[in-house]
């Protein structure tokens, strides 16, 4: 049961470019949305988060969009340089019940060209 | 900073041995998690720790599990190990407090021959 499905599996940008990575989700119950991010050989490291209430979040060159009644957000990545080459995770959580890990997404593979 | 340190970053066994993969995290973090990497699979929640002593089943905890005797240290056990148990384990610690980060480790990529 995936209760959190991540596009595309592997995506190729050149430098500069826009780099857009999709999620959807099933469980309205979510209330939370992390994105991480994770370099070869290193353990995922948080990139940026968001909750349900707000439709857009912004951090540098990095962009969550979340549309809550399609259960869908996403990870925008303007101006994408090769060290962004990295594999990418969407997540979720609920934060009313004792659960506190995360669901994961199956990852983005992500490579910047110069 | 908070460091999660994990014993091995590659380990090799074989079939039928009981394996422990051990991890540290440095910060007092009351929650600590293991999960299992596999690619188009993300990251599956096999156990977590909200304490020590307690702990609670993942998605995948069949053929794992856990020991928390220390706050600092959270380990995972294959109890007799199988080929379809090779993968990257990754451990994870968090604080008590909503919606703060999970850090985790570098990983553990683990063959069973």
């Known amino acids: 049961q995936q209760q959190v499905k991540q596009s595309p599996q592997s995506l190729i940008v050149q430098k500069g470019g826009i780099s857009i990575i999709n999620c959807a989700y099933e469980?309205?119950?979510?209330?939370?949305f992390p994105w991480y991010q994770q370099f070869p050989g290193k353990g995922p490291a948080l990139l940026i988060a968001?909750?349900?209430?707000?439709s857009e979040k912004k951090e540098g060159r990095f962009t969550i969009s979340f549309n809550k009644s399609a259960k869908q957000f996403s990870l925008h990545i303007m101006d994408s340089q090769p060290g962004d080459s990295a594999t990418y995770f969407c997540?979720?959580?609920?934060?009313?019940?004792?659960?506190?890990?995360?669901?994961f997404g199956s990852g983005t593979r992500l490579q910047v060209q110069p | 900073d908070v460091k999660v340190t994990q014993s091995s970053r590659y380990l090799v066994k074989r079939t039928g041995e009981k394996v422990f993969l051990e991890c540290v995290q440095d910060?007092?973090?009351?929650?600590m998690f293991w999960y299992r990497q596999d690619p188009g699979l993300g990251l599956r929640l096999i156990y977590f720790?909200?304490?020590?002593?307690?702990?609670e089943k993942g998605d995948i905890p069949e053929g794992y599990s856990v020991s928390r005797e220390k706050k600092e240290r959270f380990s995972l056990i294959l109890e007799s190990a199988s080929t379809n148990q090779t993968s990257m384990y990754l451990c994870?610690?968090?604080?008590?407090?909503?919606?703060?980060?999970?850090?985790f480790g570098d990983g553990t990529r683990l063959s069973i021959l």
């Open positions: 997540a979720a959580k609920r934060t009313d019940t004792g659960r506190r890990a995360l669901t």
């Open positions: 469980n309205t119950a979510f209330d939370y």
């Open positions: 968001i909750r349900p209430d707000v």
């Open positions: 910060m007092d973090h009351e929650n």
């Open positions: 720790s909200y304490d020590v002593k307690m702990k």
């Open positions: 994870a610690s968090m604080e008590r407090r909503r919606n703060q980060p999970q850090h």
